[in-house]
């Protein structure tokens, strides 16, 4: 996140990120009565756990409620984001150098704890990724469950002495973002001594000597200083703009692990089973359209599409819709080598 070839004015831009984050993030205030928003996809699942037999009722029960409730406390982090976005813009305007470096470094703490819990349901996607064994397909679900609580009910280990009950701590997430961002624990480094009482923040406030210079100085004095403070809300900003959505299909993911327990013929040892891209069709016209017939849902023959082209070496260049059919829509893929047609199913087998 370093910001050695940021070039632009710190404030403006950082404004206009800020205000684009709240821009885009109103789009999903329709969750904001969650329950009312959730309350036919929750319906659908319920009916389709109720035909399943054990184990499988239990594991695509769990899955849906995992799905359910991290897609919940994305919500819940992006509108603390929100919110810290509106008190940083008002920082910047109102040229507030402690409110700009305490929201700031909340702003760090609240996208890698987001972060972090993207990741962790990725991991799960990954432990039952080919997983045909009950007891490991479990303790996956488990441990995701138990990070889920502690992201959102989780507490200081002050209060709470159990480890499951103890809130998920910064610096724990702080190195999960560090995978995607090096230099990030150095960043927040940088933060914590403008926020804490120490010359840092006293500096913020005075010319730097003690019982010298002047008070409240004006912001020229620190400008550099500011400015690296708004350059990295700035950065916060892009990454979330950049990154966000690619971490947010992770629910789509975990929701396809659920329909995967509901598919024909799905049992403990084949639920998880890994397709191979190997499709019927030539994929040279919307007659003989690629298509995945063991597929067993629309999204993992979708992805099966992307599996397959980048196997066969095909340098995507664009994506347009090729029509409908009965029971599927038909996908055009621009590529270095022609045009390339996909057909997948539109509704879950």
């Keep these: 996140m370093g910001d050695s070839n940021v070039n632009f004015n710190a404030a403006e831009n950082a404004i206009l990120l800020l205000k684009d984050f709240r ?16 309350s036919q996809m929750r319906t659908n699942a319920t009916e389709k756990i109720d035909k399943l037999e054990e184990p499988l009722k239990s594991i695509a029960f769990r899955l849906f409620s995992i799905a359910d409730k991290g897609f919940f406390l ?5 509108w603390k984001i929100d919110y810290l976005c509106e008190a940083l813009i008002h920082a910047i305007e109102a040229k507030n150098p402690i409110s700009l470096a305490n929201n700031a470094r909340a702003l760090v ?59 998920l701590h910064v610096n724990d997430c702080l190195k999960t973002l560090k995978e995607e961002v090096s230099d990030i624990e150095d ?21 730097g000597q003690l019982a010298s210079g002047r008070l409240n100085p004006p ?7 500011l400015d690296r403070l708004r350059r990295y809300c700035t950065l916060c900003m892009l990454f979330l703009r950049d990154r966000g959505v690619e971490h947010g299909t992770i629910f789509v993911k975990i ?16 639920v998880f089973s890994i397709k191979a891209p190997n499709p019927d069709g030539n994929g040279k016209s919307k007659e003989t359209a690629y298509f995945f017939r063991k597929a067993r849902t629309a999204f993992e023959a979708m992805s099966l599409c992307y599996e397959f082209l980048e196997k066969e070496g095909y340098e995507v260049r664009g994506r347009q819709s090729g029509g409908f059919g009965h029971g599927v829509i038909y996908d055009i893929y621009n590529t270095d080598k022609g045009k390339v047609w996909f057909k997948v199913p539109t509704i879950q087998s």
Excluded at 74 to 78: D, G, I, K, M, P
Excluded at 219 to 225: D, L, N
Excluded at 255 to 270: D, H, P, T, Y
């Design 23 to 38: 821009e885009r993030r109103a789009a999903f205030q329709a969750f904001d009565e969650y329950d009312k928003a959730m």
């Design 74 to 78: 994305f919500q819940v982090c992006e």
């Design 109 to 167: 703490e609240h996208l890698a704890t987001l972060v972090a819990i993207a990741k962790e349901l990725e991991k799960l996607q990954e432990r039952l990724r080919g997983q045909g064994q009950e007891k490991a397909i479990f303790k996956a679900i488990e441990t995701a469950e138990t990070f889920i609580y502690r992201a959102y009910y989780g507490k200081s280990p002050k209060v709470a002495t159990e480890s499951n009950e103890q809130a």
């Design 187 to 207: 960043v927040y480094d940088f933060l914590c001594e403008y926020v804490h009482p120490n010359h840092g923040s006293n500096a913020l406030v005075s010319t």
């Design 219 to 225: 912001e020229a004095y620190h400008r550099e200083t």
């Design 255 to 270: 929701n396809n692990l659920f329909e995967l327990c509901c598919a024909r013929g799905a049992k403990i040892s084949n």
